[in-house]
């Protein structure tokens, strides 16, 4: 008969195997710059009640892979078979090589102990340009003149004109004299990080430290991680180290005003001029006190070109005013306050004046000077003498025009033959000539005018004058018109005496006879002939004598006239009287 052997068997059912694979769907690489490769670790892990065999990665192409070409991806530790309940982890790329939006999809394919199954997980990304920083003012960033032991800051700005994120941002490439500021980037005060953001930008701050003179060259160097590599912003420098500014105040070592009248007002421009390679700044005036004041009472005084700055080899004017109040010396310092560049500094310059009383112009003949009588017609001169007897300088002296029959000499100021100018010195003297010409009889009184400066103010210098004008001389001989000598005998001597009249009203002067010739002389030869009282001058209304001798020598009838020459006080004239006679030999 037949038998039946028998094994008996036992076996679980449970659920196949399920692998979930994470993030969420799709999973985004976000924007990535072009060339660049961005990884990422997925977990795989079995969900269901038995192990995942025959697993496999495939679906996915460029620019996505498993990194390094295969599954699981280079670090990945996923292999064939999964236990149930464990996970692992896959690595995959993204290299984008275009603009663009890029998908795919991760496949894992395995065996769930049932047949063959997938799990799947998108992903996506999108390629878009590096990122791009550039940094300001370009091409070459001048700090232009600086002072020597200076420093001088500029804040510059790095913008992000690409498309991805800039990363692993770091500051170099400057050596002194530039740095960044504070020693470090982005420098203190600088808002740039380690990244900026696409158009995003922020600022560092670079300084510039001349140490030495001349010219000074360098490169900032920004290195960055563009999304694909690293890449460098660069922005050249240059500056120029100058020596720093100085001033120096004009009329070194000390400006004198001198001898000044109390009471007046004296200024003084000085000069100020840059001396060194830089502007001067933060420019302002102190150190002054009364009797020494910046004209208008503030920096640079008024009319003076001076501000707050100064440039290299530039120049500027300050006015001074001295002022004195009393008598004596007084002096003070002129202090001009800047920044050279580097440091603030002082120039100065030293002030002195000497207060004195004010000048004082005296004219001669006081109090009333009297031409006395002079001919109508005539021109008297007399010279006056002007002293200065106070303890400035007189300027600005002038002699206003007289009045007919008073003039200057010459017709103007000071008269010909005077010395006085437009100044005066302290106990100095000059002269003035000022004529007095009559054209009419009478008194004629005037006043001299002579304006000048006392160095405190307008002064005026005075002298009365006064002259009468008068007939001139008129000398008369008498016995006119003619005097006949009568019958006469030839060899007799016969003398005849003349008197002699002044009837004008001016001394006649320069009295002279001539016109005789023989038989008529003055007796003895000469005038006014023997006897005879005339002499070379006769006061007014005065009367003298001249002496007439005649003696023929032959017969005849003789004529001659006698001819007496002075001066009326204006011209000269001539007195004459006719002589006739008739001589005839001895009876």
């Keep these: 008969t037949g038998t039946n052997a028998q094994r008996d068997v036992q076996g679980t059912a449970t659920t196949p195997a399920l692998i979930d694979i994470s993030e969420t769907d799709p999973y985004d690489f976000g924007s990535q710059a072009l060339g660049s490769t961005t990884q990422h670790s997925f977990t795989l892990t079995n969900n269901g009640g038995v192990t995942a065999s025959s697993m496999a990665g495939v679906g996915l192409a460029a620019p996505?892979?498993?990194?390094?070409?295969?599954?699981?991806?280079?670090?990945?530790?996923?292999?064939?078979?999964?236990?149930?309940?464990?996970?692992?982890?896959?690595?995959?790329?993204?290299?984008?090589?275009?603009?663009?939006?890029?998908?795919?999809?991760?496949?894992?394919?395995?065996n769930n102990g049932s047949g063959a199954t997938q799990s799947n997980r998108d992903v996506t990304g999108t390629g878009t340009s590096?990122?791009?920083?550039?940094?300001?003012?370009?091409?070459?960033?001048?700090?232009?003149?600086?002072?020597?032991?200076?420093?001088?800051?500029?804040?510059?700005?790095l913008q992000n004109t690409g498309s991805v994120t800039a990363t692993t941002i770091s500051g170099g490439g400057l050596a002194a004299p530039y740095t960044y500021k504070g020693g470090s980037f982005p420098g203190t005060g600088g808002n740039c990080g380690a990244t900026l953001a696409p158009a995003g930008s922020c600022d560092f701050i670079v300084e510039f430290s001349p140490g030495s003179s001349g010219v000074h060259n360098d490169?900032?160097?920004?290195?960055?991680?563009?999304?694909?590599?690293?890449?460098?912003?660069?922005?050249?420098?240059?500056?120029?180290?100058?020596?720093?500014?100085q001033l120096v105040i004009s009329n070194a070592p000390l400006y004198d005003f001198s001898d000044r009248a109390v009471g007046s007002t004296n200024e003084v421009t000085l000069t100020i001029d840059n001396t060194g390679g830089f502007g001067a700044t933060a420019m302002a005036g102190s150190g002054l006190a009364a009797p020494y004041t910046f004209k208008g009472g503030s920096y640079p005084g008024s009319g003076g070109s001076c501000g707050a700055t100064l440039s290299a080899g530039g120049s500027c004017t300050i006015v001074v005013r001295y002022a004195p109040v009393a008598t004596g010396s007084t002096s003070d310092t002129v202090l001009i306050d800047?920044?050279?560049?580097?440091?603030?500094?002082?120039t100065s310059r030293d002030v002195q004046g000497n207060g004195v009383v004010a000048a004082f112009l005296l004219i001669s003949d006081a109090t009333t000077y009297n031409y006395g009588n002079q001919a109508r017609g005539s021109d008297t001169d007399h010279t006056f003498t002007v002293d200065n007897t106070g303890g400035a300088e007189a300027t600005a002296m002038v002699g206003t025009a007289l009045t007919a029959p008073f003039s200057y000499k010459g017709g103007s100021y000071p008269g010909t033959g005077g010395d006085c100018s437009g100044t005066l010195a302290i106990g100095a003297q000059c002269s003035i000539v000022v004529t007095f010409s009559p054209t009419a009889n009478g008194l004629a009184t005037d006043t001299i005018d002579i304006n000048y400066h006392n160095g405190a103010g307008a002064a005026l210098a005075q002298r009365n004058i006064e002259g009468t004008g008068v007939d001139p001389a008129l000398v008369v001989i008498d016995q006119g018109p003619t005097y006949d000598f009568g019958v006469v005998t030839v060899n007799d001597t016969i003398d005849h005496t003349f008197n002699v009249e002044n009837q004008g009203g001016f001394q006649a002067t320069l009295m002279a006879g001539s016109g005789l010739a023989a038989p008529y002389s003055f007796k003895g030869g000469a005038y006014p002939g023997t006897g005879g009282t005339c002499g070379t001058d006769l006061a007014v209304s005065g009367s003298c004598t001249i002496i007439i001798t005649l003696y023929p020598t032959a017969t005849g009838t003789y004529?001659?006239?006698?001819?007496?020459?002075?001066?009326d006080g204006a011209v000269t004239q001539q007195a004459t009287r006719d002589l006739t006679a008739i001589a005839n030999t001895p009876a």
């Design 130 to 157: 590096s990122a791009f920083l550039s940094i300001s003012d370009g091409p070459t960033y001048d700090f232009q003149d600086q002072a020597v032991g200076s420093t001088v800051e500029y804040t510059f700005t």
């Design 64 to 110: 996505f892979q498993y990194k390094d070409g295969s599954y699981p991806g280079t670090g990945g530790s996923c292999g064939l078979t999964l236990a149930n309940g464990a996970n692992c982890t896959i690595f995959v790329t993204y290299t984008p090589s275009t603009a663009a939006v890029h998908n795919d999809t991760i496949q894992i394919n395995y």
């Design 338 to 346: 800047y920044n050279d560049g580097v440091a603030s500094q002082q």
């Design 219 to 245: 490169t900032i160097d920004i290195s960055y991680y563009d999304g694909a590599g690293t890449s460098n912003a660069l922005r050249p420098v240059t500056g120029t180290g100058v020596d720093p500014a």
């Design 559 to 567: 004529n001659d006239t006698i001819l007496i020459d002075y001066d």
